[in-house]
């Protein structure tokens, strides 16, 4: 027998629903009792549980709609993608004289200085953010 994603998630949620209705119970009793500990701590239970359905809800979500993966194979000798190469075809459009195969080759040479660039630390993303 086997156990598909989408049973064992609806299960464990299920689980957690009994769980806050629990806790939501021992948050009335200590309200009634006047019990702040008891109070907090039945707060703190339901807020566990809330975080833990949401992050339930997202793997439910991810097992409903797994997207399938799309990568693309390089239609060129130099590896550009179909989006890269839209791209370098449109790119130096005032530069008079250059051909397509001229433009792809620039792009995938600046593509590669920029990768060893990031690879080396020389170029970093977070460059201009200002941190506190």
Do not use: C, W
């Not at 707060?43 to 793997?59: A, P």
């Not at 000798?77 to 250059?98: D, H, V, W, Y």
């Not at 433009?103 to 977070?126: I, M, P, T």
């Amino acid at each position: 027998m086997t156990i598909d994603n989408k049973t064992l998630l609806a299960d464990t949620m299920r689980g957690y629903q009994y769980a806050r209705e629990e806790a939501y119970s021992e948050l009335r009793r200590a309200q009634i009792d006047d019990d702040r500990t008891a109070a907090a701590e039945a707060v703190f239970k339901i807020n566990d549980l809330d975080v833990k359905m949401q992050n339930l809800d997202r793997l439910y979500a991810q097992a409903e709609h797994r997207p399938e993966p799309q990568q693309r194979a390089p239609s060129n000798k130099f590896g550009l993608s179909p989006e890269e190469e839209e791209i370098a075809r449109s790119i130096g459009g005032s530069i008079k004289g250059m051909t397509d195969e001229q433009r792809l080759e620039r792009y995938a040479q600046q593509k590669q200085r920029y990768q060893q660039a990031r690879a080396s630390g020389e170029y970093r993303d977070d460059q201009g953010r200002v941190t506190r």
